[in-house]
C-alpha cells in the first residue's frame, strides 16, 4: 500500500530569508493527517537566503538530520562544534538532554536549499552529540547509499532510532531495487528531478509512504535524487 504527498500539497512558509515547505506539521502549519509517518517527524525543504540563517535556539530529544542540495551551511552548537557542510555532506545533531544550535549561510551571493529532517529518538534524555560525514557521488550513482542507521553500518552515520536512511542519485532508465520487510515502514522523499517508485510517478518534492511491502524499485524518469527512510 502506498499514499502519495505531492510537493504543492505541502505545507509553505514564506519569511524573506527563509521558504520552507513542511511534508508534515511543523510551526505554524498543522495538518492532523500528516504529523508525521512512523518515527520520521520532519522533512522540511529549506532555502536560505545570503547572509541569512536561523540564529542560536535550542532542542531537545530529537535526532536531526540536515542534507544539503545546493550551498554551504555553516553549523555552531554548545557543543562546541563548528563547520560548514556542502552536498554531499550529512549532518546529525542528537539533541538529547538539551542542545543549542545556529546554521547560517555565509555566501554573499548563493542560497543554501537543503532538506531538515527530524527522526524522533528511541528514549528520551540521551548525551548531545554531534557528527557529519561526507558521501562521495560515486558512492550514490544508480545505487542506494546508507548515510545513516542505528548501527553505524557501512560507515554511515549513527542515529538512535530504528531506522536506515538511504540516499540515491539515478540516471533516466536506471533502476534500483530495495528488499524490506512487510512489517516496515518506507518513506520515499524526492529532492531534485523525476523517477518512480514502485511504477508510481514522483516529481522534486514528492513524498510517498509505502507499507506492507517487501520491496521498493526506484526508476529514474530523468536525473533524480532521493532519500529513502527504511523504518521500524
Do not use: C
Request: charge should be negative; proline fraction near 3%.
Amino acid at each position: 500500500m502506498f499514499q502519495i504527498r505531492h510537493a504543492e500539497e505541502r505545507g509553505h512558509g514564506n519569511h524573506g530569508w527563509l521558504e520552507s515547505y513542511h511534508s508534515f506539521s511543523f510551526a505554524d502549519y498543522h495538518d492532523p493527517n500528516h504529523m508525521g509517518f512512523g518515527p520520521l517527524r520532519v522533512i522540511n525543504e529549506d532555502r536560505v537566503q545570503p547572509g541569512e540563517g536561523f540564529g542560536t535556539h535550542g532542542h531537545r530529544d530529537m535526532e536531526i538530520i540536515s542534507y544539503v542540495l545546493e550551498g554551504a551551511l555553516a553549523h555552531k552548537d554548545s557543543l562546541g562544534n563548528g563547520s560548514s557542510i556542502r552536498p554531499g555532506d550529512v549532518q546529525r545533531l542528537s539533541a538529547g538532554t538539551g542542545i543549542t544550535h545556529s546554521e547560517f549561510n555565509g555566501s554573499a551571493e548563493e542560497r543554501v536549499h537543503f532538506l531538515q529532517i527530524w527522526i524522533l529518538p528511541e528514549r528520551g534524555g540521551l548525551t548531545p552529540d554531534y557528527a557529519e560525514r561526507t558521501f562521495p557521488e560515486a558512492e550514490k550513482m544508480d545505487r542506494l547509499r546508507l548515510v545513516a542507521s542505528r548501527d553505524g553500518r557501512d560507515d554511515a552515520l549513527v542515529i538512535h532510532q530504528d531506522v536506515d536512511l538511504y540516499v540515491t542519485r539515478l540516471n533516466a532508465g536506471s533502476v534500483v531495487e530495495h528488499a524490506t520487510r512487510a512489517d516496515r515502514k518506507i518513506w520515499v522523499q524526492v529532492a531534485r528531478g523525476s523517477l518512480e517508485v514502485n511504477d508510481q510517478p514522483l516529481e522534486a518534492g514528492d513524498g510517498m509512504s509505502i507499507v506492507e511491502e517487501e520491496e521498493v524499485v526506484l526508476r529514474g524518469i530523468d536525473s533524480a535524487e532521493a532519500l529513502l527512510f527504511d523504518m521500524g
